[in-house]
């Protein structure tokens, strides 16, 4: 079963699938128990149930029959009960969270947002792993960028050109962001 429950509640947000999964419910199976149970016309009950069957929310048999597939609810609950946690952002704001959920999966960038002001939400998290006040060879920042991104030599360039770095001799250190002063 490939429906998860983020997928349901998309099905469930459009009315006329609702009204179509609340017929099969009660005990409509073919689309002419589905029109008449819902006073939908016959284009949006077949719409419907045609993405209904697609989703897996619901089977469609070769006598025209329908049946709504109430374990794939079920799966989905536990499903979603039993995901990784998503990635928290505390202490940002909801626009930097999801800037940061859109961008950092698994705690690595899955890519250098183009935009400036989302790449700056980007690098001020970061910017976080570098101590206030430690210098850092090219190197060292290089490996702890790997971390983050393979492209190493744009993470440097972009936390320096926006002020986050600075260098000289070959040594980083940092030079903005945000700090934490809760402790």
Do not use: C
Request: charged share 30%; net charge negative; proline share 3%.
């Amino acid at each position: 079963m490939g429906t998860d429950a983020a997928a349901i509640v998309g099905h469930l947000a459009h009315p006329d699938r609702r009204r179509v999964l609340a017929a099969l419910m009660l005990g409509a199976s073919t689309a002419g128990d589905v029109k008449q149970a819902t006073d939908l016309g016959t284009r949006a009950v077949m719409t419907s149930l045609t993405r209904l069957v697609d989703s897996e929310l619901v089977l469609h048999d070769e006598d025209d029959h329908y049946w709504l597939v109430e374990e794939a609810f079920r799966q989905a609950v536990i499903d979603a009960r039993s995901a990784p946690p998503r990635e928290d952002h505390e202490g940002v704001s909801a626009d930097a969270a999801r800037v940061l959920r859109a961008f950092v999966h698994d705690g690595r960038l899955v890519s250098i947002p183009a935009h400036h002001a989302k790449r700056l939400v980007v690098l001020d998290l970061i910017v976080q792993d570098f101590e206030p006040g430690h210098r850092y060879s090219e190197r060292k920042v290089n490996a702890m960028l790997r971390k983050w991104h393979d492209d190493t030599a744009a993470l440097r360039r972009y936390l320096v050109d926006d002020g986050l770095l600075d260098r000289e001799a070959g040594e980083y250190w940092r030079a903005g962001g945000s700090f934490d002063v809760s402790s």
